[in-house]
């Protein structure tokens, strides 16, 4: 079985500071992960995947993430938080068969 | 690539009426899947099709929901005798199968309140 956990429904951050989303996963199989982004009554954008290789991973927006097999995780982070940065990001799991697992999201909301 | 769409976007209706959902994926891909939202949380499987045929379905698709996918091109979703529990946000996604199959790429989705 494979699941997502994502710590924190709600993060704030001051425009310009550090954005960072937690995401711990498990999965009997080596997944593959996947960082969506979704903004307000629309679908979801791809920012990100980690398949095999690279375990520091670049997306769009100027997002990465990195994936730590010993800790089961896949954070996502940003440098330096825009307004357009709010949205909500969804962590998911695919373990190599059909279907995409999420975790429950994570809102950010973004303070000028 | 035109993306994956969706019609329509929002949908209201009343308990006990029926309701279908159109969805044209990226074209090519040979792999669409339904998933459903509900609000604060993320997205749900409910079932995918390669091509023309159906392959899985989720526990969460009960038997007054059905999904086709007559010609392996676009896709429908019906809700017959709709339950406000039905409320929520059903999301459409496609992969192509040969190069990118675990790459999903989603549609802005169908918004359903049931009265």
């Known amino acids: 079985a494979q699941s997502v956990t994502q710590l924190g429904s709600h993060v704030s951050v001051s425009e310009g500071a550090l954005v960072l989303l937690r995401c711990n996963y498990s999965?009997?199989?080596?997944?593959?992960l996947f960082w969506y982004v979704q903004y307000p009554n629309q679908g979801l954008q791809l920012l990100l995947k980690y398949t095999t290789g690279a375990t520091l991973v670049k997306g769009i927006n100027g997002f990465e993430a990195e994936f730590k097999k010993s800790e089961t995780s896949f954070h996502l982070t940003k440098p330096s938080a825009h307004m357009s940065d709010a949205a909500e990001y969804f962590c998911?799991?695919?373990?190599?068969?059909?279907?995409?697992?999420f975790g429950a999201g994570t809102t950010v909301t973004v303070r000028a | 690539d035109t993306g994956v769409s969706q019609d329509p976007r929002h949908k209201i209706t009343k308990r006990g009426q029926n309701v279908t959902f159109r969805c044209d994926p990226i074209?090519?891909?040979?792999?669409l899947y339904w998933y459903r939202q509900t609000l604060g949380q993320g997205p749900e499987f409910l079932t995918y099709f390669q091509n023309e045929a159906q392959l899985e379905k989720s526990r969460l698709l009960s038997d007054r929901f059905s999904a086709e996918r007559p010609k392996g091109s676009f896709s429908t979703l019906e809700i017959q005798r709709t339950e406000q529990g039905d409320s929520a946000m059903y999301l459409c996604?496609?992969?192509?199968?040969?190069?990118?199959?675990?790459?999903?790429?989603f549609g802005p989705g169908t918004r359903l309140l049931v009265l």
């Open positions: 074209s090519e891909h040979n792999r």
């Open positions: 996604a496609s992969s192509h199968r040969d190069s990118d199959p675990e790459t999903q790429y």
């Open positions: 998911a799991v695919y373990p190599r068969d059909y279907k995409l697992s």
């Open positions: 999965s009997s199989v080596p997944p593959y």
